[in-house]
């Protein structure tokens, strides 16, 4: 079975003030929406996630309570590809037809600050000043 | 070179001193003090820290090991501006190297004690110290493992 991607949409990139990442979102739903010529209520399911800017599903409360599922994914700076591979397994599975998958964030500006703990790192890591963007993206790669 | 004081070798703080060191269970109880890593009886995968299972066979009772005191840089970066919390500084920062030090089973991650790339090059030998990392409010200086480079002859 072939799964297709038959709209799409973005919010335009950048730091957008007054504008929180979760409104983004909504943004980035209706313009695919439209781009598809579909209607929220003919979503079946969703699958989404953020990092930094809110619960995906709440959208709901925006877009419209129409019973979908809307299931949260958080994977990181993977977040998206895993929705879309999540949304891929949903409709060849044969239980769906059509749903949407959604993605948005909103970050403090300057390096990111985990809690070693969410890696199941003790505290020493991040005190002593290991936890950092710069071995994520460069050493370790 | 960092202008702090650096403890070397690495040795544990004597009962009652002003230090402690950043977490126990990171270095050996007995003996010359090294780092505490895991191994696994299995596949004889290394870990540091130590951990319970095994990264590549899956097996659940890895077992504490030394680990050696000397090794050879295999990567390394200076971290020149201060890290957001959790990182607790020491009052004025001052850059610091962070790297990899090859142990041979094992490849860590380490504060270096040159914090001038000019000062590091990949493969040179690296032994283990311990560097002030923060100062608990009471006053104590809390120590963690660093790697410095030996001097070349």
Redesign the interface.
């Known amino acids: 079975m072939n799964v297709a991607v038959v709209g799409i949409g973005l919010h335009r990139f950048g730091r957008t003030p007054g504008v929180s990442g979760r409104e983004q979102g909504a943004v980035a739903a209706r313009q695919a929406l439209s781009d598809a010529g579909l209607q929220w209520s003919d979503m079946q399911f969703a699958f989404g996630g953020s990092y930094d800017a809110g619960d995906a599903d709440s959208l709901v409360s925006d877009l419209g309570l129409t019973g979908l599922q809307f299931i949260n994914v958080k994977n990181g700076c993977a977040t998206g590809g895993s929705a879309l591979t999540a949304s891929c397994n949903a409709i060849t599975s044969g239980r769906y037809d059509l749903g949407i998958v959604i993605g948005f964030d909103k970050h403090q500006p300057?390096?990111f600050?985990m809690?070693?703990a969410t890696l199941g790192?003790?505290?020493?890591y991040?005190?002593?000043?290991?936890?950092?963007t710069?071995?994520f993206f460069?050493?370790k790669i | 070179m960092t202008t702090q004081p650096v403890v070397v070798p690495a040795e544990r703080p004597s009962p009652g001193s002003d230090a402690r060191l950043?977490?126990e269970?990171?270095f050996t109880s007995e003996g010359e003090m090294t780092l505490r890593g895991g191994r696994c009886p299995t596949c004889a995968t290394t870990t540091f820290?130590a951990q319970r299972g095994c990264p590549r066979c899956g097996a659940q009772d890895m077992e504490p090991v030394a680990l050696p005191s000397r090794g050879t840089l295999w990567?390394?970066?200076i971290?020149n501006f201060e890290?957001?919390?959790?990182?607790?500084g020491s009052g004025d920062f001052e850059p610091?190297g962070?790297?990899?030090i090859d142990l041979g089973d094992v490849i860590v991650?380490?504060?270096l004690v040159e914090n001038r790339p000019q000062d590091l090059v990949i493969d040179a030998a690296m032994s283990l110290v311990l560097v002030p990392?923060?100062a608990d409010p009471d006053g104590t200086t809390?120590l963690?493992f660093a790697f410095q480079r030996e001097a070349t002859k």
């Open positions: 300057g390096a600050n809690d070693p790192i003790g505290s020493w991040g005190e002593s000043g290991l936890m950092l710069t071995q460069a050493m | 950043i977490d269970s990171l820290p990567s390394f970066t971290q890290p957001k919390a959790p990182y607790r610091y962070v790297g990899y991650e380490s504060r990392a923060f809390v963690t």
